[in-house]
């Protein structure tokens, strides 16, 4: 038997929990869904796409997959500060697939879709399913308190910049992986199934006067914080987090340094943070059992400089900007 | 000099009416963008994708793909009776495409996408661009006053179905290219270039008690009113709208009859509408300058019955509830 697009659809909607959401008038199943968002609520959407042989291999399991196209739109919701509601999943398959290869690749597929959505809350609300090559949409719809988004533009000189948890670990698993070495599981765990930093980016409101999520690379993705905000950072690279298992890895200080500095796919929130809520931002990552270090500050002078623990300027080496997974 | 996501994004918001919309809070360059609808504002949305050798020749117009994507999403809008607002883009382009083929492909794509954008002053918010086979999702968000949106649902026992403008020609234009046929010009704009019925859709707020857009086969979408609604229905066949470029098609009547009723792609709107609000529904697609025909009438009984214009039962020819195009 074949399963088809309206078994998706059921099979997603039985995982999750009747939902009790009064703000959802129209689900799955017609023309278009209809949301309203009640007052003074606004609503944070984002989307984004994974290709076989781009984004994965075609060959990984689908279940890996599932989590990470949820995680990397969760991400940028978190990187809003927003609270995730809603989301859309556009699937193209391939019509030589057999039966029951794509039966199995669908279950795998929830397998890893239900457990995200579920611990997040999410209604799925849309979608279209189409023969093709293999690829996935997924467009995630959050919801903020009127005003209370983080953009990537109110860094001022003189903020703190703070980076959550540790980065490295997905680009250097990745790095293995392309050059068959033997790729540890907790740095493989980081590369397939990132956490999207939902409690701290929302527990960030208020206290970050800027965020992004660090999909692309610590300091491609601060300096799009830079570009908004109009400012330049000095970053310490001795402060940036790099975790045990990274350390673990085998791999030079140089090569660790660019996983850490150039990689993307870790899905960390790096956000600024002025003086006068550094504490309090500190605190809230304390509580949501997240790390915070501090890396750097906000300067007027555009521009982003990498410094060592005593302030002096380093040279990265060549190549550390170039997206190192690409 | 490639053309990238960036370029793409600045061509399109060049191309597009500078914007006074007070309820986008955020475009495009951040990692989401923010909407916040009016009070007793609800949002519509859907979303389709669109593959390379699937729903269009890989050697196809651009222009023609962006237009088509674009009136897709547009025409689901349409059928929920909502007015168009802002959209996000997925664009899967091909990493071997040299620079300049890529360049080329997107501004033609950028002609089709904007005219129809710009007609319904859609907004770009969001979407992102990568490598991959040719594909393209566009989701699509419209806006309607709370409670006015027409869902598939409200159909009742006496209610007119009423069928905008004609069936069947993109049907028979597909039909034509892919057995080699000499195919009219004005066929081919029907399927390639083909108009959501927006005005029309938001006329018939208060007036159609369920509503669907032509996309899969007048017969196989008005199932979907049926089964939604917990009703039945009879067509008359013969009143089923039929243009004077497909009659000039020189395709015998069963396999005209066969376009029209099993086709799909013309992105019609199909509606029901009680007798109290018939005169007023006509009158409502006369002001937008848009044909209404009466096709059948909802029935108590469940069940899809086609007759003729003397109310006797007719059988279908063979294959005529496959979808044509698949």
Redesign the interface.
Known sequence: MTFTEFDLIAAIQQGLPQSNDEQL??GI?????????T?G?????????M?????FFPDDNAADIGHKLVAVNLS??A??A?TPRWC?L?L?LP?DWSASQRSNWLCALIDGLLPIMQQHAMTL????T????L?L?L????S?P?GS?V???GAAAGDHILLSGHVGDAAAALHGLKHGAVVSAALLHRLRRPTPRLELGQALRGLASA???VSDGLLADLQHILQ?SAVGASVCVEDVPMSPVLAAAGMDNAEMQRCALSGGDDYELCCCVPDRHLAAALQAAQHCSIKLSCIGRIEAEPGLRCIDAAGEPIKLPQGGWQHFHD
């Open positions: 008038l129209l199943g017609d023309d278009a869904a209809i949301v309203q968002p007052v609520e606004q609503l944070v959407i984002s989307t984004d796409t290709n076989a042989g781009v984004h940028d919701l990187a809003m927003a859309l556009n193209s019509a609300i849309g979608g279209d189409t023969s093709g090559t690829s949409t467009t995630a719809i959050g903020v009127a988004a953009t990537r533009a965020m992004i999520d908004a």
